[in-house]
């Protein structure tokens, strides 16, 4: 069993900066990819970066060049590093783990980029 614990929304200006912080708890020996999916009101979740244990970055093609995806895997803690944020960056940022095949959420950080 996997618990994910998402810290960092909150409010912020347009071109502003965040970041949040998802740190896994558990029985956990290695985890391989850890990521942050977004979804916004109305909207479908979707993904927005993996970060893999061999050091592998994947990223939203919108979404590159403004958000960075790291992880800290003596912590089992991936963050997620946004700049120039824009009010479409507005959702509820979640933390998604597989660890021995099983898929695990967090609850959500949300993020509303507004003026």
């Known amino acids: 069993q996997v618990q994910l614990v998402e810290s960092g929304g909150g409010l912020v200006q347009p071109g502003g900066s965040l970041r949040l912080s998802c740190a896994a708890s558990g029985s956990i020996f290695s985890i391989d990819a850890m990521a942050w999916y977004r979804q916004a009101p109305g909207k479908e979740r979707e993904l927005v970066a993996t970060g893999l244990s061999s050091g592998s970055r994947n990223y939203a093609d919108s979404l590159k060049g403004r958000f960075s995806i790291s992880r800290d895997n003596a912590k089992n803690t991936v963050y997620l590093q946004m700049n120039s944020l824009k009010p479409e960056d507005t959702a509820l940022y979640y933390c998604?783990?597989?660890?021995?095949?099983?898929?695990?959420w967090g609850k959500g950080t949300l993020v509303t980029v507004s003026s």
């Open positions: 998604n783990v597989v660890y021995l095949g099983i898929s695990y």
